[in-house]
């Protein structure tokens, strides 16, 4: 079974120096029929105006994964680490007994604009941590590149979740497959551009929900950046 979510039916708002899309109840956005998929939690598309960020904030028991588009997200904190995200990373924290961050954009003209997801961990109380990793274009294109997994596979961050992330680039002719476990969960995020979801055409900032399904197949593109989720039920 598969459901469309629409770009325009998600949840927005607009701080000024934030612009943000929710796809899940977040913050003053409360849908009960979207509070997530399975084990996913959130997806918010934010977009930072320049000079601008979030203040240091905390959170506890919780996967959190950023993944830029465009600009760089500045990020510090409890944990030591200071780190720029460009396009191309996807940094890892996991908040276990609690962290603080903040997370900035710097540039004088630029905006920032990163997915923010989380994702509920299978364990609870264990230290926080912080992973970030380079994911080149040429390794992600025509293909789904696994980026995020409970082992740290193909050379993934780790996260503490039984899910698993992957990132493709796709155009033209191109096809990218995936077998999936029916019994699971499963859930695409067209991040830019646009393709076909098992015979479902989707636009920026749609998302295909899966659910019951034994296969993706991902074709009809053009110039589409997909995110996949492989998810807990």
Sequence with gaps: MLTVR??????YADHGWLKSFHSFSFAGYYDPAHMGWGNLRVINEDRIAPGTGFGTHGHRDMEIISY????NLAHKDSMGNIKGIPPGDVQRMSAGTGVTHSEFNHAPNDTTHFFQIWIEPNVTGIPPSYEQKTFAAADKQGLLKLVASPDGAEGSVLIHA????????????????????????????????????????????????????????????????????????
Aim: glycine share 10%; hydrophobic share 45%; proline share 2%.
């Design 68 to 71: 830029v588009m465009s600009g």
């Design 162 to 233: 039984d899910a698993k992330l992957y990132s493709g680039l796709l155009d033209g002719a191109e096809t990218a497959t995936l077998a999936l476990d029916p019994a699971r969960k499963g859930y695409v995020q067209v991040l830019r551009g646009s393709v076909s979801v098992n015979g479902t055409p989707l636009q920026t900032g749609d998302a295909a929900l899966l659910s019951a399904e034994s296969s993706l197949v991902l074709d009809a593109a053009h110039d589409a950046e997909v995110l996949v989720f492989d998810l807990e039920a």
């Design 6 to 11: 629409k770009s325009q039916d998600r949840g």
